[in-house]
């Protein structure tokens, strides 16, 4: 009886061993494309982005590069919907996984999920020049255009 037991623990520990590891894999980033992490003890320039149906406003923002910003994010629409800062190609990697897993949850500075009629903030330091994008990782939400842009200059 008590082998059976140490079975069916070990087999209950293993099942949950690919969703966590497959949820880590997707946000275990050393650095970040689009720059890093801000200091919210600093001073930065504050940028409101609403999100609502399928769509971001503004949907193109203009920043210096070195610039540090403060998002504040609003959940105007009736949907959950993610504000996800990176790279095209990050942000599509990124969506192919939530395809398999549409509730993955995210702690990393340079994203954030909201439910209808919440808000967040994000501080975010632009080390690097070039094209960047917000955009949301929810199935769908993406293709149905919910995609701002960043340039950095």
């Known amino acids: 009886m008590k082998t059976i037991v140490t079975i069916l623990l070990a087999l209950t520990a293993l099942s949950a061993l690919p969703r966590l590891a497959h949820s880590h894999e997707?946000?275990?980033?050393?650095?970040?494309?689009?720059?890093?992490?801000?200091?919210?003890k600093k001073p930065?320039?504050?940028?409101?982005?609403?999100?609502?149906?399928?769509?971001y406003a503004p949907a193109?923002?203009?920043?210096k590069r070195g610039e540090q910003i403060?998002?504040?994010?609003?959940?105007?629409?009736e949907?959950?919907?993610?504000?996800?800062?990176?790279?095209?190609a990050e942000n599509l990697k990124h969506a192919k996984a939530m395809m398999e897993n549409p509730h993955m949850e995210h702690d990393e500075p340079n994203g954030v999920r909201?439910?209808?009629?919440?808000?967040a903030e994000i501080v975010w330091k632009f080390t690097k020049s070039g094209t960047f994008e917000y955009s949301c990782l929810?199935?769908?939400?993406?293709?149905?255009?919910?995609v701002g842009q960043i340039l950095v200059k």
Do not use: C
């Open 79 to 88: 949907d959950d919907h993610e504000f996800l800062l990176a790279t095209t």
């Open 26 to 40: 997707q946000h275990a980033h050393q650095s970040y494309a689009a720059g890093e992490p801000g200091d919210p």
């Open 114 to 119: 909201l439910a209808p009629k919440k808000s």
């Open 60 to 63: 193109r923002i203009e920043v």
């Open 44 to 55: 930065s320039r504050t940028i409101e982005v609403g999100m609502s149906e399928m769509a």
């Open 138 to 146: 929810i199935p769908g939400h993406r293709e149905a255009g919910m």
């Open 70 to 77: 403060r998002f504040v994010i609003r959940n105007t629409g």
